[in-house]
């Protein structure tokens, strides 16, 4: 079976703890802790394969969240729409805790049943 992926990839202006903080973020929002909690689904970091060398620190990691299970296709398009909801809810509270403007966030998903 193949895996039913999105990833979240933060714009070169993040920070190592941009990346760190979002995952954190991602781990809590509800219902992603639920699901993540039923071991329906993973949130991991990873190192991005399609950036080049020297990119500024924090480019180079993606976050994914990836489905688990037989059922999971089902659940590919809550799931898409929920961390595309809570990506933009921790860019408005970093936008309150933090100087600046919070890097730009592209959310991809990838489902193969879909295709």
């Known amino acids: 079976m193949a895996n039913r992926e999105i990833r979240v990839r933060l714009d070169r202006t993040a920070s190592e703890s941009d ?3 979002l ?4 781990a ?3 219902p992603l802790y639920v699901w993540a909690s039923r071991g329906e689904l993973a949130i991991e970091k990873r190192e991005r394969t399609d950036v080049e060398p020297g990119s500024p620190m924090g480019f180079g990691d993606e976050i994914v969240v990836a489905l688990i299970g037989a059922g ?5 398009k809550e799931l898409l729409q929920a961390v595309r909801y809570a990506v933009e809810a921790w860019r408005d509270n ?4 933090e100087d600046g403007e919070p890097p730009g966030v592209d959310v991809d ?5 879909a295709r």
Do not use: K
């Not at 999971?72 to 590919?76: E, P, Q, R, V």
């Not at 970093?94 to 805790?97: I, K, M, N, P, Q």
């Not at 998903?109 to 049943?113: E, L």
């Open 72 to 76: 999971a296709s089902a659940l590919f």
């Open 19 to 21: 990346v760190g903080a």
């Open 109 to 113: 998903g990838v489902d193969p049943d």
């Open 94 to 97: 970093r936008r309150d805790v």
């Open 28 to 30: 809590r929002e509800q």
């Open 23 to 26: 995952r954190e973020w991602l």
